[in-house]
């Protein structure tokens, strides 16, 4: 639970008391509205300063029940099968947002990492205000885990930027983080199918990895988690465009793990 707190004010200390997205200097606390409950990443958000703040286009209020998006919206109604349970995005994707992520993920703006976090917070308390909790104690969800990126892209970046966020949420909301999906390099065969045929299939495109291994972990206590009927996973990636990489990527958890309930949390749906 420490460790982020020291993270974040080393950073800090580093910028000399300038807003850490824009860079300017901060002139006060700031005032603007954070729809944020917990106080880590509330804490982290006061950290920007009052324009910045103000810039970020909040998805307060829902109106698509399964995206999230403010409203309404034909990607969801066209869907014919759907493998998650619903999904909640954090901010709207607009120019300012589309250059925060671009100094984030592109130029490599590690320190940015638990500000992006600390915003995509709003999306999981949105979906932990849906969940009853369990009754024996514990989270709504029991495991959080990430959108892997493709193959290259790791390499060439360093970092996967929903893996990182999901980490913070992890910590932040006291729940396990593992990683349960990998990416497949696409077998080709998908252009032998026809178009419905395609959207009717999922494209294949992730497949989950094994409870009792490839990075999962063997302890004991890993594996009770496994074993929580119904399994409730957190699923984190930072844009939402369509869907589709939701709707895989929980397709290929439900083979996996029979019957589990996968919920979405989206830094920002465009
Ligand atoms: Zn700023
Ligand atoms: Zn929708």
């Not at 915003?119 to 849906?130: Q, T």
Request: charged content about 25%.
């Amino acid at each position: 639970m420490t460790g982020w707190l020291e993270r974040l004010h080393g950073w800090l200390a580093a910028s000399g008391g300038s807003c850490p997205m824009c860079g300017r200097d901060k002139r006060g606390p700031a005032s603007a509205p954070i729809p944020v409950r917990h106080a880590a990443p509330r804490e982290a958000l006061r950290e920007l300063c009052e324009g910045c703040l103000r810039r970020i286009p909040w998805i307060v209020r829902s109106v698509c029940p399964v995206c999230g998006r403010p409203e309404r919206c034909g990607d969801c109604l066209r869907r014919r099968r759907r493998h998650f349970e619903h999904c909640r995005g954090a901010v709207r994707y607009d120019d300012a947002m589309k250059e925060w992520l671009g100094l984030y993920k592109y130029r490599g703006l590690e320190k940015l990492e638990p500000f992006m976090a600390a915003m995509l917070a709003s999306a999981v308390e949105r979906l932990l205000e849906s969940q009853p909790s369990r009754a024996a104690g514990g989270g709504a969800f029991d495991l959080v885990t990430s959108v892997p990126l493709a193959e290259g892209r790791l390499e060439d970046r360093g970092f996967n930027q929903a893996e990182r966020m999901a980490v913070w949420i992890a910590r932040w909301y006291g729940m396990a983080y593992r990683p349960m999906l990998r990416r497949v390099r696409n077998s080709g065969k998908q252009s032998l199918m026809g178009r419905r045929d395609r959207m009717e299939n999922m494209k294949g495109n992730f497949a989950a990895l094994h409870a009792a291994g490839e990075g999962a972990g063997r302890r004991p206590d890993a594996e009770a988690i496994f074993a929580t009927r119904p399994l409730r996973i957190l699923l984190i990636d930072d844009i939402y465009t369509t869907g589709s990489t939701m709707n895989e990527c929980a397709f290929a958890l439900r083979g996996q793990w029979p019957g589990c309930e996968v919920y979405g949390a989206l830094w920002a749906r465009s």
